[in-house]
């Protein structure tokens, strides 16, 4: 097992919380908790966060994504849907959470707090307790423009597209060699569409190459940073 892939028991009941105090407060379908799993198809570890994250993926209140991370592709098995770009969000949420190092499973709720994401009692209290409320920007939709308004700080604007399907990978080598994950909610693409410092400000969306593929826009403080709001692009 690759060293930042190691999963430190203490890990298991942490929670990095960033920023000022959270709301325990549940999100809804306007609002929802953004609940992101950052795994590899090489880590016998992960199934059980994947399971979780599956199992979450129906409720409204919640946009789950589902990010493949690169540095288990050399153990043998290259994740079919790892890219540097999801490896590299996942290490400004490390930087932010003050770690020197990754791991996977991981589960980052609105940017604000972490947990392995295989005990699930543990992940639906990390859920409410990284709530964000009803505040932050505003996020209208009309076919490809994107506007945002409201919040005062400045922010970061990210398009995320995601199969919402459930892939069914068969694995044939490395630690979980022989078995067949389901995987949903997997991110094909990110993007950053701009920064908003407040006021209003539209963005415009690339089309979209895979019509399958579904969309979400995040506004986030930094990179790595809270998620300030988010919404599913309608289809």
């Avoid at 298991?12 to 709301?23: E, Q, R």
């Avoid at 880590?43 to 994947?50: E, K, L, T, W």
């Avoid at 994504?65 to 153990?75: H, M």
């Avoid at 964000?132 to 398009?159: C, F, N």
Wanted: hydrophobic letters at 40%; charged letters at 20%.
């Amino acid at each position: 097992m690759k060293r930042k892939s190691v999963i430190s028991t203490a890990l298991g009941g942490m929670l990095a919380l960033v920023g000022t105090s959270v709301p325990a407060m549940a999100a809804d379908p306007d609002h929802p908790t953004v609940v992101e799993l950052f795994q590899s198809q090489g880590c016998s570890s992960c199934p059980p966060a994947n399971a979780n994250l599956l199992a979450l993926s129906d409720r409204p209140d919640l946009l789950t994504l589902s990010w493949e991370v690169t540095y288990w592709d050399d153990l043998g098995w290259k994740d079919t849907f790892s890219a540097p770009a999801f490896t590299a969000r996942q290490w400004d949420y490390a930087h932010a959470f003050h770690r020197r190092e990754v791991f996977t499973p991981e589960i980052v709720v609105n940017g604000r707090a972490d947990t392995v994401g295989a005990d699930r009692p543990e992940l639906e209290r990390t859920i409410v307790q990284a709530d964000r409320g009803e505040g932050g920007p505003r996020i209208v939709v009309s076919g490809l423009d994107v506007t945002i308004s409201g919040h005062a700080g400045t922010a970061l604007v990210v398009l995320v597209r995601f199969d919402p399907k459930i892939i069914r990978v068969p694995i044939l080598r490395g630690e979980n060699g022989g078995r067949v994950l389901p995987h949903r909610n997997v991110v094909r693409q990110v993007t950053v569409l701009g920064t908003f410092s407040g006021g209003s400000h539209s963005y415009r969306m690339p089309d979209a190459r895979n019509p399958d593929l579904r969309s979400a826009i995040l506004v986030e403080a930094s990179q790595g940073g809270p998620i300030l709001a988010a919404a599913r692009v309608p289809v």
